[in-house]
C-alpha cells in the first residue's frame, strides 16, 4: 500500500509540474495579457515585421499573463523559443522578449546564432535598464517599445562590425 501511495503520489507531483508550451504566435508582436495599448501593439508589429524584411532576423515579443510552467524562466522561455522555431532555419538567428506581467518575470531568449550579438549580460542590461524601469511605473507601452528598441539597434550595431 505505500509503494501504491508513493507511486500516486509522485504523479501528483509530475501533473503539478507539467508545463504548457504556447502555440507560434501569428505576429511579431503579441499581447496575450492586453496590457498594451493597441496602437502600439500595431506600431510595434509593424516595426519588427519591417525588420524582418530589411535583415531576415526574427524579433518577437510574446506578453502573457503567466508563466505555464513551474521551471526557471530562462528555462521555460528557451524551450518555448526552441519549439516555436524563431529566425531562419539553420541560422537560428531570432530572439523572443517574453514578459508574463503576473509572474513579474521578464527573459529575452536569443538564438545560438545570435550570442555574439546579444549576450546574456547585454539582454539583463536592456531589461534592467530600458524595460523595467517603464514597468515600474505601469508604463507597459514604454518598456516594451524601449525593450524592442534596444534589441534592434544591438543587433543592428552587433551584426554590422567586420
Known amino acids: 500500500m505505500a509503494l501504491l501511495t508513493s507511486s500516486l503520489g509522485f504523479a501528483a507531483k509530475a501533473l503539478a509540474q507539467a508545463e504548457v ?6 505576429s511579431y508582436f503579441n499581447d496575450y495579457a492586453h496590457v498594451v ?4 501593439s500595431q506600431k510595434l508589429n509593424r516595426q519588427l515585421a519591417q525588420f524582418d524584411r530589411d535583415t531576415t532576423i526574427q524579433v518577437l515579443v510574446a506578453i502573457y499573463p503567466r508563466m505555464q510552467s513551474d521551471a526557471l524562466a530562462k528555462d521555460y522561455t528557451m524551450r518555448v523559443a526552441n519549439k516555436w522555431g524563431v529566425g531562419q532555419k539553420g ?35 536592456i531589461i534592467d535598464e ?20 534596444a534589441i534592434l539597434a ?8 567586420p
Open 21 to 26: 508550451i504556447p502555440a507560434v504566435p501569428k
Open 37 to 40: 495599448n493597441q496602437a502600439t
Open 91 to 125: 541560422r537560428n538567428n531570432g530572439v523572443v522578449l517574453f514578459l508574463f506581467t503576473e509572474s513579474h518575470r521578464l527573459q529575452i531568449q536569443t538564438g545560438s546564432g545570435l550570442e555574439a550579438v546579444l549576450p546574456d549580460a547585454l539582454c539583463k542590461q
Open 130 to 149: 530600458r524595460i523595467i524601469p517603464h514597468l515600474r511605473q505601469g508604463d507597459f507601452d514604454g518598456g516594451l517599445q524601449a525593450g524592442v528598441v
Open 154 to 161: 544591438a543587433i543592428q550595431i552587433g551584426t554590422s562590425r
